[in-house]
Nanobody
């Protein structure tokens, strides 16, 4: 059984920073591909950042240069550092794990690539 637990969401003003964490447990390895997704009310879930099995990081255009995905394998934890937050970053943020050893095939920011999901952590950015 795989469990992903996100934390770090908060309500902040525009321009501030937050760091989201996702602790992975169960039959999952930090060498697998991981991603961060977000979903705002009334909108589809979108890929924000992904970390492939070779360590390659990929970002959505909307967060490129502001967000950084990273992991600490010793702590089984995935991170998303979010700087220069904007009101349009307001959403529920989800951690996702591919759950297999191979590289992604559909696209690191595609939800169908991932087998396991956390419950989400809310980020609210006010102007």
């Amino acid at each position: 059984q795989v469990q992903l637990v996100e934390s770090g969401g908060d309500s902040v003003q525009a321009g501030r920073s937050l760091r989201l964490s996702c602790v992975a447990s169960g039959n999952i390895y930090m060498s697998h591909a991981f991603g961060w997704f977000r979903q705002a009310p009334g909108k589809e879930r979108e890929g924000v950042a992904g970390l492939d099995t070779d360590g390659t990081a990929t970002y959505a255009d909307s967060v490129q240069g502001r967000f950084t995905i990273s992991k600490d394998s010793a702590k089984n934890t995935l991170y998303l550092q979010m700087n220069e937050l904007k009101p349009e970053d307001t959403a529920m943020y989800y951690c996702a794990a591919a759950g297999h050893a191979g590289s992604v095939t559909l696209g690191i920011l595609k939800a169908h690539e991932y087998a396991y999901w956390g419950q989400g952590t809310q980020v609210t950015v006010s102007s």
